[in-house]
């Protein structure tokens, strides 16, 4: 369970005529467990691609499915993780980690029992009881995740989830993914526009063209991590040392480049 | 800090009556005619809490005002509350309402006294009907403005969730609003004093407007200044209590945290 496909996708914002094109021919295929990045210019339509999947944006071309199924409406089965976190205030955040599995009708005890569990996961077990307001940025975007992981959903969409951390929260919370992807692996789709993050964190990244946005590389990463060991090493930066990673990092980004490039004719 | 707040407040408030004190008793610059000496309205006080004017003793009239505006009150909120918070979430609900709501909210809250008492007489049913008109419009305005004003993302991530529509309003619209609601319900309790005194002015027999009325007619300086403090008083102290609900229910956000 869990796979995701594009299927020449488009989009068009506004109506046909005064309308403008923000996505054109989206075609991708991520399988089940797969842990995908897209990155491009800014306005590609990066989120509007995550947003057609979570169910917040239709189509106005081609399809998007999950498990084979079109998607029609936004559902726990496929869980976003936000980067401005989306935490509910006014709640605590064993109550924000509770809320998806409540709606799921899932007993108390069981739901006690989860999310002990993903307290633990995401060493935030001495914070259960506070508000979000008494937590920094990167423990907010925990909860923000534990509160998607604990409803075990086929799917999890995250945008630029790290964007509003500050670099050393941001390479915590990317080594602590890696950690929770290896412990329970999920199907990702995962916005970024920092390319290390894309190579350290996902099996491919997709690299997508400037406005109408479509997918125009695809980077196969896995194969390389997995001959190269880069699961050898504990530490963000020794991946990030290695001649491999940098080879994958620098192809990614004078791709990018040429994007940003064409502004000019 | 709240401390020291507390003591610059008592400073204040101490000042102006020995200000009062200067002006009329000490230097007599205020004729007594205009404006009472602090020992005449120390008198008119006694007068009416031990004899009682206007038909009843002050804590009598006080508690009659009091009761009519806990009531038009939360007659106000109830309905406008709801009303606000179905207009912000439904946009055929906002279309249909909003241009009846646009077309009523400038009548001044007094200018429906003469129907309220064509209707319902000069009993405590025409105030709460004048007080309800007041107070109703700034908690429909916030409600309203609470909800159009709710983070986008919270919404989605809600839906996103699964959640269902009775807990989506309970759970996710209704506490999202409330920062605005209450500031809605601030202004509603001032409205509603407001215009209470107003409507006591025009058709009562009890009540702090009512003795405020009378005292002018007996031309009763002391008097008018025991009615306008007691106004005073009374509002602080429903604004008080009020403050005391919205610092408990609105604990986790950032601006109940002071
Ligand atoms: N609801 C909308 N109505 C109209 N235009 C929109 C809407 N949402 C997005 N757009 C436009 O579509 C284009 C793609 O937006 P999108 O947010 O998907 O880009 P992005 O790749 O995520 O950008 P960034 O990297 O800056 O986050 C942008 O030009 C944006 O202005
Ligand atoms: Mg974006």
Not at chain 1, 34 to 59: D, Y
Not at chain 1, 63 to 87: H, I, S, T, Y
Not at chain 2, 87 to 92: I, L, S, T, V, Y
Not at chain 2, 168 to 188: H, K, N, W
């Amino acid at each position: 369970m869990g796979s995701i496909r594009f299927e020449g996708v488009g989009k068009v914002f506004g109506n046909a005529r005064t309308g403008f094109k923000a996505l054109d021919d989206v075609s991708l295929a991520i399988g089940e467990k797969e842990f995908v990045a897209i990155v491009g210019p800014s306005g590609c339509g990066k989120t509007t691609c995550l947003r057609m999947v979570a169910g917040f944006e239709g189509v106005s071309a081609g399809k998007v499915l999950v498990n084979d199924r079109p998607v029609v409406r936004p559902g726990a089965d496929r869980a976003v993780v936000f980067q401005q976190f989306a935490l509910f205030p006014w709640k605590t955040v064993r109550q924000n980690i509770e809320f998806g599995l409540r709606n799921k009708r899932i007993g108390k005890d069981q739901r006690d029992h989860l999310v002990a569990g993903s307290l633990k996961l995401m060493s935030l077990e001495s914070h259960g009881d506070a508000y979000p307001h008494q937590l920094s940025g990167g423990m907010q975007q925990r909860v923000a995740i534990a509160r998607a992981y604990v409803l075990d959903p086929d799917v999890l969409l995250m945008d630029e989830p790290f964007g509003a951390l500050d670099a050393q929260t941001r390479v915590v919370m990317q080594e602590e993914l890696v950690r929770l992807a290896r412990v329970n692996p999920r199907t990702v789709l995962f916005i970024t526009h920092a390319v290390e993050e894309a190579v350290y964190l996902a099996d491919r990244v997709a690299i997508m063209s400037r406005r109408p946005g479509t997918i125009k590389e695809i980077i196969d990463v896995k194969t390389v991590r997995l001959a190269e060991r880069w699961d050898g090493h504990e530490r963000i930066e020794d991946v990030m040392d290695l001649e491999s990673f940098v080879h994958l990092r620098t192809r990614i980004w004078k791709s990018l480049r040429e994007e940003k490039a064409e502004i000019g004719h | 800090m709240r401390g020291r707040k507390a003591v610059v407040g008592l400073c204040a408030v101490g000042g102006i009556i020995i200000l009062w004190f200067a002006l009329t008793s000490w230097f007599g610059i205020i004729p007594a005619g205009r404006f009472p000496t602090p020992a005449q309205f120390w008198v008119a006080l006694k007068q009416i809490e031990l004899r009682g004017y206007a038909g009843s003793t002050l804590v009598d009239h006080a508690l009659h005002s009091l009761r009519l505006i806990v009531i038009s009150f939360l007659v106000a909120v109830g309905t406008g509350i709801p009303l606000g918070l179905l207009m912000g979430w439904n946009r055929r609900a906002e279309a249909l309402i909003n241009p009846v709501f646009m077309l009523i909210r400038p009548i001044p809250p007094l200018a429906w006294i003469p129907l309220a008492i064509l209707w319902l007489g000069l009993g405590d049913a025409a105030k709460v009907m004048v007080i309800w008109f007041a107070a109703f419009v700034p908690s429909v305005i916030n409600a309203h403005a609470g909800v159009r004003n709710i983070d986008k993302s919270v919404i989605e991530a809600a839906r996103m969730l699964g959640t269902p529509p009775l807990r989506m309003a309970g759970e996710v619209i209704v506490p999202a609003s409330l920062p605005m609601i209450f500031t809605g319900l601030r202004l509603s309790l001032q409205a509603s004093w407001t215009t209470l005194v107003a409507a006591e002015l025009v058709g009562a027999l009890v009540g702090v407007g009512f003795v405020l009325n009378m005292a002018q007619q007996d031309i009763y300086p002391a008097m008018i200044l025991v009615g306008m403090l007691t106004v005073g008083v009374l509002g602080w102290a429903t604004t008080f209590v009020l403050g005391l609900v919205e610092r408990r229910v609105l604990s986790w956000s950032l601006q109940g945290r002071g």
